[in-house]
């Protein structure tokens, strides 16, 4: 059974930074193509930002050369830095698995001052 735990969510003023951080069982992590997707209030979920099993990142536009995501094999984890948030980064953020996609229960992200 996929089980996928997200933690460092939280308040943080624009400007600021936040790092997430996903902990996986149940798989083979290091075959596992993982991502970070996020849902605003009124808004569909979005992808953030992805990784493949070789490291290859990429990025929604939005948050290109302000977040990056990465991953430690050794420790089935995946992670976002987060940095020059922005207040419409406020959302709740999901470690995702993909193919097939499996969810983690999501972290909230608030970016106010």
């Known amino acids: 059974q996929v089980q996928l735990v997200e933690s460092g969510g939280g308040l943080v003023q624009p400007g600021g930074s936040l790092r997430l951080s996903c902990t996986a069982s149940?798989?083979?992590?290091?075959?596992?193509?993982m991502a970070w997707y996020r849902q605003a209030p009124g808004k569909e979920r979005e992808s953030v930002a992805r990784?493949?099993?070789?490291?290859?990142?990429n990025y929604a536009d939005s948050v290109k050369g302000r977040f990056t995501i990465s991953r430690d094999n050794t420790k089935n984890m995946v992670y976002i830095q987060m940095n020059s948030l922005k207040p419409e980064d406020t959302a709740v953020y999901y470690c995702t698995k993909l193919y097939p996609t499996a969810w983690g229960q999501g972290t909230q992200v608030t970016v106010s001052s």
């Open positions: 149940g798989i083979i992590f290091s075959s596992a193509t």
């Open positions: 990784i493949n099993n070789g490291g290859l990142t």
